[in-house]
């Protein structure tokens, strides 16, 4: 057979994976920090868990490419350091995020997360790197589906325009 018939995990990566794993490990760092950040803005205990969980899953996520990149010898993109705790009351009111920005902010993240998953997943030719990613799109689906609930319920969806099919009345 070929180089590409064994355990995936032995086959060379291709550019394009190698590429995509580089580029989603730099994009978790950041948004690592900016969750940090984020969780000492919000005030909302609802929007505080779904953001704590969507923490935890981008560093679960950073954990398991930081791995294969190491595994296959490919240097990690460097990250900014852990963001300290703060209390939301010492933070400046004109300063502050609030949390309906906070919720769009997420639901933009998964949003865009999911598109990168799905093109990782289009373009692998290693199985493990293609499962690895349908993993992390399961994952954003359901935080996805959390974070609008939890947008409507508090009143911080903004729709866009609402087609409403009023018939014909002839």
Not at 19 to 31: E, R
Not at 58 to 66: I, M, R, V, Y
Request: glycine fraction near 8%; hydrophobic fraction near 40%.
């Amino acid at each position: 057979m070929g180089i590409l018939s064994g355990n995936p995990k032995e086959e060379p990566l291709h550019y394009g994976e190698v590429f995509d794993i580089w580029s989603a490990v730099l994009a978790a760092n950041g948004k690592v920090a900016g969750y940090q950040t984020m969780l000492n803005h919000t005030g909302d205990e609802d929007l505080k868990k779904l953001l704590q969980e969507m923490l935890e899953m981008t560093k679960q996520e950073k954990k398991q490419l930081d791995e294969l990149l190491k595994e296959n010898g490919i240097g990690l993109p460097p990250a900014p350091p852990e963001r300290p705790e703060a209390c939301l009351e010492n933070i400046p009111a004109g300063a502050r995020i609030n949390d309906p920005e906070i919720a769009a902010s997420l639901s933009v993240d998964i949003a865009a997360g999911l598109v990168l998953c799905s093109q990782v997943i289009g373009k692998s030719i290693r199985e493990d790197v293609a499962l690895m990613f349908s993993q992390f799109h399961n994952q954003k689906v359901t935080l996805g589906a959390k974070v609008l609930r939890l947008n409507k319920e508090k009143g911080w969806l903004v729709p866009p325009p609402l087609h409403i099919n009023k018939g014909n009345n002839c």
